[in-house]
Structures are given as structure tokens and as C-alpha cells.
């Protein structure tokens, strides 16, 4: 994944996940990446994974799920994209950018029952599609107990 934003994973080094993500800042914008599973998380506080080309290029191959959340602004984004296609976009004020797909059926139905207020993304739901789309449930505690590789990668350019 790093090779393919054009960075050197030599030049990155281990740290843990930020104490308060929402107010991570850091000279150099670095993002960190670790295992989990089967999958690769990143923490990405650039902001690269709501960029449409960046993320269809990135999921060439293989299935690419992203959440971000600003929540001072109230600004969240959820991507699925499989090779290089985007199958499911949910974002900002404006909701679904796509429709919803028939995987993702169930689980819409469900972050309906569980969420029928429909709060921010960030404040639930967007976790539990995570967790559908990957496997994995993304707590504070796995991500906090992970290790993190930290490192810079070069501005991509627009296509």
C-alpha cells in the first residue's frame, strides 16, 4: 500500500495509534499503517482516502473500505471500492452518493434499526459496515493496541 501511494516503507517507523485521533497533527502529515488480519489499516490524516482517484487506484485488485470523520465540521465519508470500481459511497450532508448495493442490503437495514436518529457516521454506523465489508470490528482498544508504521508519502497528482 505504501509502494503504491509512492513511499518507501523503509523510510517509515513503528509508534502506537494517536491518543485523540480527532486532534492528531503531526509535522509532515505522516500516515500510519499496520496489520490487522488480512488487512491493511492505515490512519490517514490527510485526508487521501475521500479522494475517488486515489482510492480506485489504490483498490485495483482487491477490495479497498474507507471511513473518515472530521467531526468538528460534521464531515464523514464511507468508500467501498472493489477494483478499482466505487461499489458503495456514503458522505458528508448528502448521504448515500450511490446506491445501496444488494451486500450491503442487511446491514443498512440494521444501522436503521440501531441508529433510527441517524447520527454521524463516525458515531456508529459506519463501523458496523466496516465490520461487514472486512470482518473486523474496529474498536478503540484494537487499534490503540496496534502498532503503527509512521511515515510520509508524496502528494499524489490528479488524474
Not at 19 to 43: A, K, N, Q, R
Not at 146 to 153: H, I, P
Amino acid at each position: 500500500m505504501v509502494a503504491r501511494l509512492g513511499g518507501r516503507w523503509e523510510d517509515f517507523t513503528p509508534g502506537p495509534f494517536p491518543d485523540d485521533p480527532d486532534y492528531y497533527s503531526h509535522s509532515g502529515e505522516p500516515l500510519g499503517v499496520t496489520s490487522i488480519g488480512d488487512w491493511t489499516f492505515v490512519f490517514d490524516p490527510d485526508w487521501l482516502g475521500t479522494r475517488e482517484d486515489v482510492i480506485t487506484k489504490l483498490s485495483e485488485g482487491t477490495r479497498l473500505v474507507s471511513q473518515a470523520a472530521l467531526a468538528i465540521k460534521y464531515m464523514d465519508y464511507f468508500y467501498w471500492c472493489e477494483n478499482g470500481e466505487i461499489r458503495f459511497a456514503w458522505g458528508g450532508d448528502d448521504g448515500y452518493l450511490t446506491e445501496t448495493p444488494a451486500e450491503l442490503v442487511d446491514t443498512m437495514a440494521e444501522i436503521d434499526r440501531l441508529y433510527p436518529s441517524g447520527p454521524r457516521l463516525y458515531e456508529g454506523p459506519a463501523f458496523l459496515l466496516v465490520e461487514h465489508l472486512t470482518g473486523i470490528r474496529a474498536t478503540e482498544q484494537l487499534l490503540k493496541g496496534s502498532t503503527f508504521m509512521w511515515g510520509v508519502v508524496p502528494e499524489p497528482t490528479k488524474s
